[in-house]
């Protein structure tokens, strides 16, 4: 009989893992993304505050394009809201998701809007 594990599971166990290494403080809050089907959300955490610092998405942005154009609007906007708020450096947080694709075009805007992590 074959084991079937499924991808949010996987994905959960990955998270934990990645999570057990990155935090976020107040200086170096922690940049977290979620990728949902249809959409792309990023939030800077303070975890030892335990609040959300800023956070941008697809949802909010109305995006229209390709989810790797979307990606790139959402990395923009959560750099230029963590930056409003103080924050130039910050670290990342996959949320489980492989570091590729619409992740990574969301982590490169971020860089290039002044962005470090």
Do not use: C, W
Not at 24 to 36: H, Q, W
Not at 41 to 54: E, N, S
Not at 73 to 92: E, P, S, T, W
């Amino acid at each position: 009989m074959i084991k079937h594990i499924d991808r949010k599971q996987g994905r959960a166990k990955r998270h934990r893992r990645v999570r057990l290494k990155v935090s976020g403080t107040s200086d170096k809050p922690r940049l977290a993304v979620f990728r949902s089907l249809h959409h792309l959300y990023a939030q800077v955490i303070d975890d030892g505050a335990a609040k959300t610092l800023a956070a941008a998405s697809t949802v909010e942005l109305k995006a229209k394009g390709n989810g790797m154009a979307e990606a790139a609007q959402v990395g923009k906007q959560i750099a230029a809201k963590a930056k409003a708020a103080g924050l130039n450096r910050v670290v990342f947080d996959r949320g489980g998701f492989l570091y590729h694709g619409r992740i990574k075009a969301l982590a490169d805007a971020a860089r290039e809007a002044g962005l470090e992590f």
